[in-house]
């Protein structure tokens, strides 16, 4: 019982510390001058979306745009997909993290970014406590 206590509290602070880590880069490298930036000037219909391996259960995501995260808990099941965002024009990136408790060590979680119907960019994680992260910049 406190084993699986610890695994959620650890896995918790991970989530929040990488979801800082994320919101600080891409606020850090944030450019006044858009016209360097690919696909800036442009809006994006984002969506994000987590596959975790049979009998894992995803338990929480925090994903955005920019320096705007949004956090979903207290998930349950193998797959999970957010609402589409729509991104501000200007916007620099987008990035996903999440979380999960596999069934063994050979337990799997991918994470997805989906712009404008497109697959940009995939992250993964294995083992029994799982934490997959991506970032796309437009």
């Known amino acids: 019982m406190k084993k699986m206590k610890f695994v959620h509290v650890l896995k918790g602070t991970f989530l929040a510390l990488m979801a800082t880590m994320l919101i600080g880069l ?9 016209d360097d930036i690919p696909g800036a000037g ?11 391996s049979s009998g ?9 745009i920019d320096g705007n995260p949004t956090t979903a808990s207290s998930l349950s099941g193998t797959t999970w ?3 589409e965002v729509t991104s501000e024009a200007g916007a620099y990136g987008a990035n996903v993290a999440v979380g999960a408790t596999g069934v063994n060590a050979s337990s799997t979680l991918k994470v997805q970014i989906w712009v404008d ?12 406590v799982l934490s997959a992260s991506a970032s796309y910049t437009f």
């Open 117 to 128: 119907g497109e697959l940009k960019k995939e992250g993964t994680s294995s083992g029994q």
């Open 56 to 64: 894992s259960d995803i338990d929480v995501a925090v994903y955005g």
């Open 81 to 83: 997909t957010s609402p």
């Open 26 to 34: 891409v606020s850090s490298c944030k450019n006044d001058d858009d």
């Open 42 to 52: 442009k809006s994006h219909k984002v969506v994000f979306k987590a596959i975790a």
